[in-house]
């Protein structure tokens, strides 16, 4: 890897440029290490931590130990960093108002219900790639492969365990500021994870209602709910 040598005199328009880019790379990647964001930018580890202790002064990032699954390796748990609400809020939203435009219009012509409509076809890929993901998983393990698959898929979630189920945290969400207006979008994602895991569901908070985090509680599902939502999709395409 060809690191980017900062030993140059940098100027302020220089540093604020490069600060865009470790925030868009959090943004687009999920909660990031410094030296993942180094890797991903071309830059050394120590200027990807100079411009991240900036972010979380500025309150537009902030930081954890990182979550060891398996295995403890030997050593302090690296930190990761993500994006705040704040942080989320600094980029544009031009697409958002495209979007919102769009779905005024579909409302206008089609009633509540069309829009609905859209929101669960907008998903329909999304529920049968997940679908097929967790066909094969143990019941005790699809929260954590459902929340690493939404992190792959930009919306930065973790799973955790409490005394009655499962919880899905989603640090990101692309269509929150759409969402706001349009509580439809995440009304159709809670049935998918609830068509996914074969049992009711619970959104506990969410980004478009001003949370910082979307919570959605997971009941535990069977085996064969999962099975059949997989058979369910397969055929629908054929």
Same mark, same amino acid.
């Given at each position: 890897?060809? $690191? ?13 440029? %490069?600060?865009? /880019?470790? &925030? ?12 993942? =964001? ?7 580890? &120590?200027?990807?931590? @100079? ?13 954890? *130990?990182? #979550?060891? #699954?398996?295995? #403890?390796?030997?050593? /302090?748990?690296? #930190?990761?960093? &993500?994006? %705040?609400?704040?942080? @989320?809020? %600094?980029?544009?939203?031009? $697409?958002?108002? =495209? ?12 009633? +509540? &219900? ?8 907008? =998903?329909?890929?999304? @529920?049968?790639? $997940?679908?097929?993901? =967790? ?5 005790? +393990? ?8 939404? %992190? ?36 159709? *994602?809670?049935? !998918? ?7 009711? !569901?619970? /959104? ?35």
């Amino acid at each position: 890897m060809k $690191y980017v040598s900062m030993d140059r005199e940098v100027s302020p328009v220089d540093d604020l440029s %490069t600060r865009d /880019r470790v &925030a868009e790379s959090i943004l687009e990647n999920g909660p990031s290490t410094a030296t993942s =964001l180094a890797t991903r930018l071309g830059l050394t580890p &120590a200027a990807v931590r @100079r411009h991240l202790e900036h972010l979380v002064e500025q309150g537009l990032v902030d930081s954890r *130990e990182e #979550r060891i #699954r398996g295995e #403890r390796r030997r050593g /302090r748990p690296a #930190r990761v960093f &993500a994006l %705040t609400a704040a942080g @989320r809020d %600094t980029f544009a939203h031009s $697409y958002d108002d =495209l979007a919102a435009d769009a779905l005024r219009f579909l409302r206008a012509t089609g009633g +509540d &219900a069309a829009v609905m409509d859209f929101a669960r076809h907008r =998903l329909a890929d999304f @529920r049968h790639r $997940y679908a097929t993901l =967790l066909a094969d998983i143990p019941v005790e +393990d699809q929260a954590s492969v459902l929340a690493k698959a939404l %992190t792959d898929d930009g919306f930065a979630a973790s799973a955790s365990s409490t005394p009655l189920g499962e919880q899905i945290c989603q640090h990101h969400c692309p269509v929150a500021h759409v969402a706001e207006e349009f509580p439809q979008l995440c009304e159709a *994602e809670t049935e !998918v994870f609830a068509e996914l895991l074969g049992s009711h !569901v619970q /959104r506990l908070a969410t980004i478009a209602h001003g949370d910082g985090v979307c919570t959605t509680h997971l009941p535990r599902a069977t085996q064969t709910t999962i099975t059949t939502a997989v058979s369910h999709h397969e055929g629908e395409s054929s």
